[in-house]
């Protein structure tokens, strides 16, 4: 097994889709700051009969966010498959049963308690917008199931019943925004995707530009799916700032960055680091769009390590010799051998007891290094900060000097709260 050498990064560490207002509320009123795990021993998928296991995929595979999900789905599945041909789980083959969530939070709900219900899955890969795992939410809690969730999020949650591989704040913005702010960056004009995860990265960014006695220039806003983006890049115009830090996510990337190109400011010319772009959408963009622009991750497919190398032959032997490989992609890939890893340590397919045996293993080899996750439910990680070349690929600017521990709750955005899970 691999050993982590990990830093703590505690200082670097409204949605207003108005039809899930009822869905959001009552997830809100479920998670809670210090709550147990406790009470799934009525779990379901703990006890599935037979000779196969049933696994819930559950990503967007149309609408706006398929641009980035789709490639997500592709990977959960090579690892499944690879589990299988190595002779399954506990004696048991994994059957996968692959749900479309269409972009929608409430189509993600839907699926969701039809995979635990309906289908029995035992545990559930998917996700990307935190709209999505905020509707998921509390389905997975009522229905005592676990969520692998494989996307960088705002943090601000703690559930039993979600395991979060994806970076926690202080392990990708902060970070990111300390980066630019070392780099000489001193304003700051924030875009974002209208929902929850980009105004609440952005509400954590606000704080820390502000204590740093630097300036927010302006902060925008668009639907997610949006394509207009002429007044906000008129407003970026005439606020000048040092770097635009964008939380835009799914097809709207391929909007704003033409839109800027035609405007003259392109990446070379004015800075921009986002947090939802990476080799994939990079590739389907046109890397000649997004070319020298920045990005924070926890992974880039240029990380050199024997397992990202085994990794991307077999991704690529699998879905062709151009495809490239992405962050949440390997998260999702990473997901599902720890899961296998975490039902054989427990003896048991029940979430509760997976849950357990999860944040119990010792950390496993993985295509981002020794990967293993804390008491709180969320990955270590390493971060990274990197630069679009005319490949589509990033060259590595930045590297973390140590795995981060991974913290929920940023202190200049969410003093006094703590994740804590029994």
């Known amino acids: 097994m691999g ?129 999505s ?38 392990q990708q913005i902060v970070p990111a925004y300390d980066w630019g702010k070392a780099k000489g960056f001193k304003s700051f004009f924030l875009v974002g995707s209208d929902y929850v995860f980009p105004r609440t990265a952005n509400l954590i960014l606000k704080k820390h530009i502000e204590k740093d006695g630097l300036k927010t220039l302006g902060e925008e806003y668009q639907p997610l799916g949006g394509t207009d983006f002429s007044g906000v890049i008129a407003k970026i115009r005439a ?77 690529k032997a699998k879905f062709g010799a151009d495809a490239v490989v992405t962050d949440p992609m390997v998260h999702g890939y990473l997901d599902v051998y720890v899961w296998k890893a975490a039902v054989e340590k427990a003896g048991s397919f029940d979430p509760k007891a997976v849950r357990d045996a999860a944040v119990a293993l010792d950390a496993i080899p993985s295509p981002l290094g020794p990967a293993k996750f804390a008491p709180n439910n969320s990955l270590i990680q390493t971060g990274y900060v990197g630069q679009s070349d005319a490949t589509g690929q990033f060259k590595v600017l930045w590297t973390s000097p140590g795995a981060i521990a991974p913290d929920p709750y940023d202190p200049l955005a969410f003093p006094g709260k703590s994740c804590v899970i029994k």
Request: aromatic share 8%.
């Open 133 to 170: 795992r905020k509707a998921m939410l509390p389905v997975f809690e009522k229905d005592k199931g676990l969520l692998w969730y494989p996307v960088q999020f705002e943090g601000n949650e703690c559930s039993p019943n979600i395991m979060y591989s994806g970076a926690q704040p202080n």
């Open 239 to 315: 606020a000048k700032p040092d770097a635009i830090y964008s939380t835009l996510n799914g097809d709207s990337n391929v909007a704003f960055f033409k839109q800027m190109a035609a405007a003259g400011m392109t990446p070379d010319k004015l800075p921009v680091m986002s947090f939802s772009i990476g080799e994939q959408e990079a590739m389907s963009m046109g890397p000649k769009l997004v070319e020298g622009g920045y990005a924070g991750w926890n992974y880039f497919q240029t990380v050199d390590n024997p397992e990202n190398a085994k990794f991307i032959a077999a991704y």
């Open 3 to 131: 050993a982590i050498h990990m830093v703590s990064r505690n200082r670097v560490g409204r949605n207003s889709i108005g039809r899930l207002a009822a869905i959001l509320l009552a997830s809100t009123a479920l998670v809670a700051c210090n709550k147990g795990a406790g009470g799934n021993t009525e779990a379901a998928g703990a006890a599935p009969a037979g000779d196969t296991v049933k696994v819930g995929v559950l990503q967007s595979l149309s609408g706006t966010m398929a641009i980035s999900e789709v490639t997500v789905k592709n990977a959960e599945m090579l690892a499944i498959d690879e589990i299988n041909a190595a002779g399954g789980v506990m004696g048991k083959k994994i059957e996968a049963v692959v749900e479309d969530g269409a972009s929608d939070p409430t189509t993600f709900a839907q699926k969701a308690g039809k995979l635990l219900e309906s289908d029995k899955v035992a545990t559930v890969f998917g996700g990307w917008t935190s709209a």
